[in-house]
């Protein structure tokens, strides 16, 4: 059974940092492009980060450029997403995806197409 478990979601006060932790597990990630969404009360989900399968390429949103890290791990079955100078509108519920396309993440565009896996998801909340 595939599974993608997130952790580090939390609390945080304006220009705080949290680190997003997710492990996936089931099948051979290595080769899966992986990355972190959010969805915010009355919002859309959106994408915020993602990495190729070998860690080669990343790519940000605009509003977490700079701010925001996303790596992967020896192991290439986890991801990281580093969160620096949080603002309240990073305020959301954040998800692991897997199965992204490589194609769009080397060309620096947004994901063309959903992921295969989805995590359940961790909250973070930044206050002002």
């Known amino acids: 059974q595939v599974q993608l478990v997130e952790s580090g979601g939390g609390l945080v006060q304006a220009g705080g940092s949290l680190r997003l932790s997710c492990v996936a597990s089931?099948?051979?990630?290595?080769?899966?492009?992986m990355g972190w969404f959010r969805q915010a009360p009355g919002k859309d989900r959106e994408i915020v980060a993602a990495?190729?399968?070998?860690?080669?390429?990343?790519y940000y949103a605009d509003s977490v450029k700079g701010r925001f890290t996303i790596s992967r791990g020896n192991t290439r079955n986890t991801v990281y997403l580093e969160m620096n100078s949080l603002k309240p509108e990073d305020t959301a519920v954040y998800y692991c995806?897997?199965?992204?396309?490589?194609?769009?993440?080397?060309?620096?565009?947004?994901?063309?197409?959903?992921?295969?896996?989805w995590g359940q998801g961790t909250q973070v909340a930044v206050s002002s």
């Open positions: 995806a897997a199965g992204l396309p490589d194609r769009a993440i080397t060309a620096g565009t947004p994901p063309n197409y959903p992921p295969n896996y």
């Open positions: 089931g099948r051979t990630f290595g080769n899966y492009a």
């Open positions: 990495i190729t399968w070998d860690g080669g390429s990343t």
